[in-house]
């Protein structure tokens, strides 16, 4: 993995986790590698466990058991139990919570401990747990400091402090931290025990990715990929989607065939396939955009899904309309020019196939990625496939079929 050698590699290895979350694990594991076993151990120590194991994967098999043995006790407990919460929730995100204190604890005494915490990783706050490890209070350092060492840490801690729950999604988690900007955030369960934290750093860049991730999906690029990634694995991450969206073109392709004779009697249609698809095309993009935004944002509850598919219905018909009356003079000019009398009954019948294929578009583009979410299915990976093949089918076959009921 070249990319080590070609990166400086602080001494501090705090500093360097931090500098290791802007790289995909595979990346990651290259700027590692250079890296002494101990050092590699205390960086990702401090990581989320599922990121750890993602950039375990890419090392050698020797090595990473050799790091894997290395690694603070209960690290393999953690990344069962973060595994065992959704994908992009804040489970998955996790980081143990280094300093943890008991409530009749001094201040003196704590702050002693938390000296010889600074070389197990990063942490912003204290947090004070019962015997069974519930959460009882955080501490803030300025409190610390200005406290007497005498001082019980129950008597200074935050009582109550906020907190996420590991289940709940990035969405969800955004929208409560939003007027709560914390360096860190304590995740509990049910019942209250302390199961880690979560930087804010990591919570807001994870939703950020998760956002940013979406436009890359539409078109299958993958959101571990990023500028410097090499390219032998993008070529691996996108040429898989390349060939599916090739095998869904060929539907399209199998409308106009079916239609060749429609073509060969009126081949100035042949001028407006494309035109049709297009604005079809885009008018689905536009209503799958924000309905996938709605979805990120958890906007679409209740009655949300069945209004968001009227209102696209009617901008569908509303656009399509307008569009359709310009597309319907470039039908007539184009006609008359080819010298074909049937230059009128043809920019009527693009007019209603343009009517017909925009509300077709902004419907499917507003439920394809709802139903696809209900089964279980990322809708901004696979709702563009979908929705491109939908409207191509969906423009040929009105201007194709009505043409073909109309002048045939």
Same mark, same amino acid.
């Given at each position: 993995?070249?990319?080590?050698?070609?990166?400086?590699?602080?001494?501090?290895?705090?500093?360097?986790?931090?500098?290791?979350?802007?790289?995909?694990?595979?990346?990651?594991?290259?700027?590692?590698?250079?890296?002494?076993?101990?050092?590699?151990?205390?960086?990702?120590?401090?990581?989320?466990?599922?990121?750890?194991?993602?950039?375990?994967?890419?090392?050698?098999?020797?090595?990473?058991?050799?790091?894997?043995?290395?690694?603070?006790?209960?690290?393999?407990?953690?990344?069962?139990?973060?595994?065992?919460?959704?994908?992009?929730?804040?489970?998955?995100?996790?980081?143990?919570?280094?300093?943890?204190?008991?409530?009749?604890?001094?201040?003196?005494?704590?702050?002693?401990?938390?000296?010889?915490?600074?070389?197990?990783?990063?942490?912003?706050?204290?947090?004070?747990?019962?015997?069974?490890?519930?959460?009882?209070?955080?501490?803030?350092?300025?409190?610390?400091?200005?406290?007497?060492?005498?001082?019980?840490?129950?008597?200074?801690?935050?009582?109550?402090?906020?907190?996420?729950?590991?289940?709940?999604?990035?969405?969800?988690?955004?929208?409560?931290?939003?007027?709560?900007?914390?360096?860190?955030?304590?995740?509990?369960?049910?019942?209250?025990?302390?199961?880690?934290?979560?930087?804010?750093?990591?919570?807001?860049?994870?939703?950020?990715?998760?956002?940013?991730?979406?436009?890359?999906?539409?078109?299958?690029?993958?959101?571990?990929?990023?500028?410097?990634?090499?390219? $032998?694995?993008?070529? *691996? &991450?996108?040429?898989?989607?390349?060939? =599916?969206? #090739?095998?869904?073109?060929? @539907?399209? +392709?199998?409308?106009?065939?079916?239609?060749?004779?429609?073509?060969?009697?009126?081949?100035?249609?042949?001028?407006?396939?494309?035109?049709?698809?297009?604005?079809?095309?885009?008018?689905?993009?536009?209503?799958?955009?924000?309905?996938?935004?709605?979805?990120?944002?958890?906007?679409?509850?209740? $009655?949300?899904?069945? *209004? &968001?598919?009227?209102?696209?219905?009617? =901008?569908? #018909?509303?656009?399509?309309? @307008?569009? +359709?009356?310009?597309?319907?003079?470039?039908?007539?000019?184009?006609?008359?020019?080819?010298?074909?009398?049937?230059?009128?009954?043809?920019?009527?019948?693009?007019?209603?196939?343009?009517?017909?294929?925009?509300?077709?578009?902004?419907?499917?583009?507003?439920?394809?990625?709802?139903?696809?979410?209900?089964?279980?299915?990322?809708?901004?990976?696979?709702?563009?496939?979908?929705?491109?093949?939908?409207?191509?089918?969906?423009?040929?076959?009105?201007?194709?079929?009505?043409?073909?009921?109309?002048?045939?």
């Amino acid at each position: 993995m070249s990319v080590a050698a070609q990166t400086e590699i602080p001494d501090d290895s705090v500093s360097y986790s931090f500098k290791l979350d802007a790289h995909d694990p595979y990346e990651a594991a290259g700027l590692l590698e250079a890296l002494p076993d101990p050092v590699v151990v205390k960086v990702l120590s401090g990581q989320p466990a599922e990121r750890t194991q993602a950039i375990l994967d890419n090392f050698a098999r020797k090595r990473r058991e050799a790091i894997v043995a290395a690694l603070p006790v209960g690290f393999v407990e953690r990344e069962w139990l973060e595994s065992a919460f959704p994908e992009s929730s804040v489970g998955r995100l996790m980081a143990p919570a280094i300093a943890q204190f008991s409530p009749d604890m001094t201040v003196a005494d704590a702050v002693s401990e938390m000296r010889g915490m600074l070389n197990k990783g990063f942490f912003s706050y204290g947090y004070v747990v019962d015997t069974e490890g519930r959460l009882l209070g955080a501490l803030v350092m300025r409190d610390m400091l200005l406290a007497s060492p005498d001082a019980k840490l129950e008597d200074i801690m935050i009582r109550k402090p906020f907190s996420l729950r590991p289940e709940m999604p990035l969405v969800d988690a955004m929208k409560v931290v939003l007027d709560r900007h914390y360096p860190d955030y304590p995740v509990v369960d049910e019942a209250g025990h302390l199961l880690g934290v979560v930087r804010g750093e990591t919570l807001f860049k994870a939703q950020t990715v998760e956002i940013s991730a979406q436009a890359g999906s539409m078109v299958g690029v993958d959101k571990e990929e990023r500028i410097n990634t090499i390219w $032998g694995r993008c070529f *691996k &991450l996108r040429h898989p989607w390349l060939q =599916l969206n #090739l095998f869904t073109a060929f @539907l399209a +392709g199998a409308v106009v065939g079916i239609f060749q004779d429609t073509i060969d009697k009126i081949v100035v249609l042949a001028a407006f396939l494309p035109v049709l698809a297009g604005q079809a095309g885009n008018t689905g993009c536009q209503s799958l955009a924000v309905t996938l935004r709605g979805l990120t944002l958890g906007e679409l509850k209740g $009655g949300g899904i069945a *209004k &968001l598919i009227s209102k696209e219905a009617w =901008l569908g #018909l509303l656009n399509g309309g @307008l569009v +359709g009356v310009t597309a319907a003079i470039g039908m007539f000019i184009f006609a008359n020019m080819q010298g074909d009398e049937r230059a009128l009954t043809l920019s009527i019948i693009v007019f209603l196939a343009m009517i017909g294929s925009c509300v077709i578009s902004g419907v499917f583009g507003a439920l394809v990625p709802v139903v696809l979410r209900r089964l279980g299915t990322d809708p901004a990976t696979a709702s563009s496939i979908f929705v491109t093949t939908a409207t191509d089918v969906a423009s040929l076959s009105l201007l194709l079929g009505i043409a073909t009921i109309i002048l045939l």
